[in-house]
């Protein structure tokens, strides 16, 4: 398959947890734009499907690892480079909410591992695409936050916390890192219907379903290629006068909240 013309155009991207849901749509856009796209992820099954749902294209690698742990993480950015270039370009989508409760009903497991995989997974990842960035004298981040890292959901102590958590590690890299052309941003979206969510949705039944989707000024859920669309855009050259801000895409759904 040739090279498509677009904004990342022979540019190393890597998008973690991109096997499924926004990540694998935001691999698919990338992919579409040019770039060397690198999905991260813990299932190799899921990894071997996302890979051949984008056409097996040789730019398109995937890496089983583990983001929480360091020095698995360290080596995939070392494989990542040596095989299509430093990285300019980190989605930090990878995240588990493995327990609703509030503090009290939270399980100590529940909360270190959401905070290991959602905000020590992002801190992994920045530092080793940062090196690399630096070296290439250029680069951008984007972390994939929540609207509940803006508002607080109810009973999602540890999910709400890693959010907020990652929003101020998106100000803290993109103050440090302005000066050496690193921009690091954040997505927060709001309710979206994806292949892991739609079986939550059915779930709920009709009348909280019909609540949520009221919760939303839009009154409307969100789709993954919106969410995508604006991971691209701070990704990109488009966005090269933003840097720490973290960005709202979720149909006025923190309106009415």
Not at 4 to 21: H, I, Y
Not at 29 to 56: M, N, Q, T, W
Request: proline share 2%.
């Amino acid at each position: 398959m040739s090279m498509s013309s677009g904004r990342f155009d022979g540019k190393t991207v890597v998008v973690t947890g991109g096997s499924a849901g926004i990540g694998l749509q935001t691999a698919r856009d990338l992919h579409a734009e040019g770039a060397f796209v690198h999905i991260l992820g813990r299932s190799a099954d899921k990894l071997a499907s996302a890979k051949e749902s984008l056409g097996g294209d040789s730019r398109v690698l995937v890496h089983r690892c583990d983001v929480s742990e360091e020095a698995l993480v360290k080596k995939t950015f070392e494989v990542i480079e040596a095989s299509s270039g430093k990285v300019y370009g980190l989605v930090n989508n990878a995240a588990i909410n493995p327990s609703r409760n509030d503090i009290l009903h939270t399980e100590y497991r529940d909360w270190s591992d959401t905070l290991d995989v959602n905000l020590t997974g992002a801190f992994n990842c920045s530092r080793a695409a940062a090196r690399q960035m630096l070296e290439l004298g250029r680069g951008s981040i984007v972390n994939i936050a929540s609207v509940g890292g803006i508002n607080a959901f109810r009973t999602r102590t540890a999910y709400n916390v890693s959010k907020f958590g990652l929003i101020g590690l998106t100000q803290s890299m993109a103050i440090d890192y302005a000066e050496m052309n690193i921009r690091v941003n954040a997505v927060c979206p709001g309710y979206a219907r994806t292949e892991l969510t739609a079986p939550l949705f059915e779930k709920m039944g009709k009348e909280k379903f019909e609540a949520l989707v009221s919760a939303h000024a839009m009154r409307r859920l969100g789709r993954p290629e919106e969410i995508s669309r604006a991971i691209l855009f701070l990704l990109s050259e488009d966005a090269s006068f933003i840097t720490g801000v973290a960005l709202p895409v979720d149909g006025g759904y923190l309106l009415k909240g």
